[in-house]
Nanobody, 126 residues
Framework: QLQLVESGGGLVQPGGSLRLSCAASGFILNYMTIGWFRQAPGKEREGVSCISSSGGNTNYADSVKGRFTISRDNAKNTFYLQMNSLKPEDTAVYYC???????????????????WGQGTQVTVSS
């Protein structure tokens, strides 16, 4: 079965940190671009961050630059999103995604991905 499984979401106070993980099973991530997306209630899904297959290129949404870091461990077939200095407006369901042959400049566009995780809730609140 081909799937992405997220973990690491939860409730955190403003200014706190969380690390999301996304593990792939049934397929290999090595040659795929990986992305993190989020969707808050009543809002459209937005691209948060993405990383090239080699790990050498990363993109971030302006709203998370300097606070979030995307990384991948191809040996473990897993990738991560380290989220620091969290704000209430970061509250959303976060999804991981993977896809082949995605141009780096377009990797924050969800339509480019063909595999998605089930989502994990992140709530930032005092």
């Amino acid at each position: 079965q081909l799937q992405l499984v997220e973990s690491g979401g939860g409730l955190v106070q403003p200014g706190g940190s969380l690390r999301l993980s996304c593990a792939a099973s049934g397929f290999i991530l090595n040659y795929m671009t990986i992305g993190w997306f989020r969707q808050a209630p009543g809002k459209e899904r937005e691209g948060v961050s993405c990383i090239s297959s080699s790990g050498g290129n990363t993109n971030y949404a302006d709203s998370v630059k300097g606070r979030f870091t995307i990384s991948r461990d191809n040996a473990k077939n897993t990738f991560y999103l380290q989220m620091n200095s969290l704000k209430p407006e970061d509250t959303a369901v976060y999804y991981c995604a993977a896809g082949p042959f995605i141009v780096q400049a377009l990797c924050l566009m969800g339509a480019r991905y063909n595999k998605w995780g089930q989502g994990t809730q992140v709530t930032v609140s005092s």
